[in-house]
C-alpha cells in the first residue's frame, strides 16, 4: 500500500484565554540539519491551560535518516476572532 508519514505531537495553551484557531508548523530535518520536510496544520477550540494533540500527515514516506522535528505552535494575537471571549 502506499506509505506516508506521521508526526504527533500535543500543543499546549499556558494561558488563561481560549483561543478559536491557530496553526501549528512542523519541519523535519535530517541527522544535520537539511530540511526534509514541512507542514501546517490548522487547529481550532483550544482551551485555556489545556493540551490538545495535533497530527500532520504527508502523502509520502519521508525519505532520509530523521534527526530533529520542530513543532511550533502559531497564534495570531493581532486578530481579535483568535481570543474567545468570556460567556
Known amino acids: 500500500g502506499l506509505q506516508r508519514s506521521v508526526v504527533e505531537a ?10 478559536a484557531y491557530g496553526i501549528v508548523q512542523f519541519a523535519v530535518f535530517d541527522t544535520v540539519g537539511n530540511l526534509l520536510a514541512v507542514n501546517s496544520v490548522g487547529i481550532d477550540n483550544v ?8 497530527r500532520s500527515i504527508w502523502p509520502s514516506e519521508i525519505t532520509g535518516k530523521i534527526g530533529r522535528i520542530d ?3 502559531r497564534i ?4 481579535p476572532a483568535v481570543i474567545v471571549k468570556p460567556q
Open 10 to 19: 500535543d500543543v499546549a495553551n499556558r494561558t488563561s484565554f481560549d483561543f
Open 71 to 73: 513543532v511550533r505552535p
Open 76 to 79: 495570531n494575537l493581532f486578530d
Open 47 to 54: 482551551k485555556a491551560a489545556a493540551r490538545k494533540q495535533v
